[in-house]
C-alpha cells in the first residue's frame, strides 16, 4: 500500500521524465568524472633532514643555538579513474610542530623555490600553510628554522620528557620489529643522564609524517656538530643512531611508520 509519501515521490520522478525531450541526443554530453578514491594521496617520498649544533657557551647561562634544515619530498599518489581531470588540485593544510624543548625563530618555508606564508598556530602549537597538488606531481618543500635550548638538569628533563607507549618505537613495513634493548625510548634516555650534571634537551619530530599517507619512503637525519665534537651524543633511539665521525652522527628510517620522536641530550659541562 503507498503511503502519501511515496505518492508524492512517484509523482516527482513522472514530472523528471516528463521534462526531458523523448528525442533529445545525449551523444554530446562528457562522461562523469570522479577521482577514485574520493579522498587524494599524499605521500612523503624522501626527507633528508640537517641538524647543526653551535659551539656551546659553557661558562655562562646563555642558550646553545641549533640550525636545521629539512627537505621533504611529496607527491600526490592518488589512482585516478580514467576520465578524471588530471589538472585537478589537491589543497592540503600543512602542520610543522613546534620543538618541544626550545624556542623555535626565524622559521621559513620554500616550496619548489617559492617562499609560503606560513601562520604560527599558538592554540596547536605549530606553524601551518597551504600546499598545492597535482596528481603525480612532485613538490619539493624545504623548511629552515633555528632553536634556541637551555641547559636542563635531570630532574627538570624528567618532568618534560614524554613516555613512550613502547620501548620500540617505530614500526617498519618491510622488516619485523626490532627486539627490545636497554638503548630505546624516554626510559632508557633518562637512565643515562646523571644527576649532577646540566644538559641540552632538543627535539626532531618524526611522527608528524604520520600526517601524510601511507609510511615514509625514506628519510635521513643528519646530527653535525660545528666546530667541536662532544663526548657523548644520548638519544632515545641510539642504537640506530649511527657515528659517522667525531662530529657526525646519522639517522635513517625506510618505508616506515614512526611512532616516536627524535630526542637528544648533551652534556653542558
Known amino acids: 500500500m503507498l503511503t502519501e509519501r511515496h ?3 512517484l509523482f516527482a520522478a513522472s514530472l523528471l521524465l516528463l521534462s526531458v525531450p523523448a528525442q533529445a541526443d545525449m551523444s554530446g554530453l562528457a562522461p562523469l568524472s570522479f577521482p577514485f578514491p574520493f579522498f587524494s ?4 617520498r624522501d626527507a633528508s633532514v640537517n641538524i647543526v649544533v653551535n659551539v656551546p657557551d659553557l661558562n655562562q647561562d646563555v642558550p646553545l643555538t641549533i640550525n636545521v634544515e629539512a627537505t621533504f619530498h611529496m607527491k600526490d599518489a592518488t ?3 580514467k576520465h578524471s581531470n588530471s589538472e585537478e588540485e589537491t589543497i592540503w593544510n600543512v602542520q610543522f610542530p613546534w620543538n618541544m624543548f626550545g624556542d623555535m625563530e626565524k622559521f621559513k618555508v620554500i616550496s619548489c623555490g617559492f617562499p609560503k606564508e606560513t601562520t604560527n598556530d599558538y592554540k596547536a602549537r605549530c606553524y601551518s600553510w597551504q600546499e ?4 603525480g606531481v612532485e613538490r619539493i618543500i624545504k623548511v629552515e628554522y633555528e632553536i634556541k635550548v637551555r641547559k636542563m638538569i635531570k630532574d627538570e628533563i624528567k ?7 613502547r620501548i620500540n618505537p617505530y614500526r617498519s613495513i618491510n622488516s619485523k620489529p626490532r627486539p627490545r634493548n636497554q638503548y630505546r625510548g ?5 637512565r643515562s ?3 649532577e650534571t646540566a644538559y641540552f634537551l632538543f627535539d626532531y619530530s618524526l611522527t608528524s609524517g604520520a600526517t601524510w599517507d601511507g609510511p615514509i619512503g625514506r628519510e635521513t637525519v643528519n646530527l653535525t656538530f660545528l666546530g667541536w665534537a662532544p663526548q657523548k651524543v644520548l638519544c632515545n633511539q641510539a642504537d640506530r643512531l649511527i657515528q659517522k665521525d667525531s662530529s657526525t652522527w646519522t639517522y635513517q628510517l625506510i618505508n616506515e611508520d614512526p611512532t616516536s620522536d ?3 641530550a648533551l652534556s653542558a659541562h
Open 7 to 9: 505518492t508524492a515521490l
Open 41 to 44: 594521496r599524499i605521500e612523503m
Open 79 to 81: 589512482h585516478y579513474m
Open 132 to 135: 598545492h597538488f597535482k596528481p
Open 159 to 165: 618532568a618534560v620528557l614524554p613516555a613512550e607507549k
Open 186 to 190: 624516554t626510559k632508557a634516555l633518562i
Open 193 to 195: 643522564l646523571e644527576s
Open 262 to 264: 627524535l630526542y637528544f
